[in-house]
């Protein structure tokens, strides 16, 4: 598999090598809005494609700061497969995915199955499917769909509700949550 970690002692990896010494607790649902929202803290998203073979595993925040190069990581990793379109993917979604990935306490990353779409592949998945919106958040690189195998649709759907901070969509025929930093909002069973 392709990793998109650069090698090098970089600000980032420095750094990393700092909070993989940090020892934090994992947040409990009644806090999970907290948990978004505090300074201090270091957020991490781990995540792997089967469609391109690769993978991320990255701290995006450290300290009440953004770290650049690994957002950047992670625009690559959200693209749009399909075509190799980017969008700068919003960054309280990444919030909202780490946070619910903690809320889990699952030590597996999420397979990403969509992250940024391009128009031309939303236009071609609303053929396929009347379950793809039209003005669907996945166009604003605003929304993700996430599979853990160790973990239910249910349990993914309430740990990303309990972040209170988006949208939570339940697809269990096809064994996956969609979370976004849009309205407060749930559906599907």
Not at 133 to 143: E, T, W, Y
Request: glycine share 8%; net charge positive; aromatic share 8%.
């Amino acid at each position: 598999m392709k990793n998109l970690r650069t090698a090098g002692m970089t600000r980032r990896g420095l750094l990393g090598a700092f909070a993989a010494t940090a020892v934090t607790a994992a947040p409990t649902y009644s806090n999970a809005a907290g948990f978004l929202r505090r300074a201090g803290d270091v957020r991490r998203i781990s995540m792997y494609s089967e469609r391109t073979g690769e993978k991320i595993d990255t701290i995006y925040w450290i300290e009440g700061e953004y770290i650049a190069e690994a957002i950047r990581e992670i625009n690559v990793f959200m693209r749009d497969w399909r075509n190799d379109e980017l969008m700068d993917i919003d960054t309280r979604t990444v919030d909202i995915m780490s946070a619910s990935h903690g809320l889990l306490e699952a030590s597996e990353p999420y397979m990403l199955l969509s992250g940024y779409r391009s128009p031309a592949t939303n236009a071609m998945l609303r053929r396929r499917s009347s379950g793809v919106a039209k003005n669907s958040l996945h166009l604003k690189g605003q929304a993700a769909d996430l599979r853990l195998a160790s973990r239910s649709v249910n349990q993914m759907a309430r740990a990303a509700a309990a972040c209170k901070a988006g949208g939570v969509g339940k697809y269990s025929g096809s064994n996956f949550v969609h979370m976004d930093c849009g309205a407060v909002r749930s559906w599907g069973s």
